[in-house]
């Protein structure tokens, strides 16, 4: 599905810019706990199973980061087009 920023009026844009923020800083947040926990868990704990997933759902979770800026790029392009 494309994102067709044109059809959007200017105060949802904005809406949605700030929503997306949110949910990047949020996402952040998650994604360094986890892999924090998982690092440090595997560093001092003879166990890693649990450790080890935990550092492959980090990771995974990271991967929504580049979708969330294109987004935000996309977004701020289409504001500064406006003006």
Request: charged share 15%; with cysteine; glycine share 4%.
């Given at each position: 599905m494309?994102?067709?920023f044109k059809q959007i009026t200017t105060a949802q844009l904005l809406s949605n810019l700030y929503l997306i923020k949110a949910i990047t800083i949020a996402l952040i947040c998650a994604v360094t706990l986890l892999l924090?926990?998982?690092?440090?868990?595997?560093?001092?704990k003879e166990d890693n199973n649990t450790f080890v997933a935990l550092f492959v759902v980090g990771v995974s979770c990271g991967a929504a980061l580049p979708l969330q800026f294109i987004n935000m790029k996309k977004i701020k392009a289409?504001?500064?087009s406006r003006k």
């Amino acid at each position: 599905m494309k994102n067709d920023f044109k059809q959007i009026t200017t105060a949802q844009l904005l809406s949605n810019l700030y929503l997306i923020k949110a949910i990047t800083i949020a996402l952040i947040c998650a994604v360094t706990l986890l892999l924090s926990m998982a690092i440090c868990g595997m560093a001092t704990k003879e166990d890693n199973n649990t450790f080890v997933a935990l550092f492959v759902v980090g990771v995974s979770c990271g991967a929504a980061l580049p979708l969330q800026f294109i987004n935000m790029k996309k977004i701020k392009a289409e504001l500064e087009s406006r003006k």
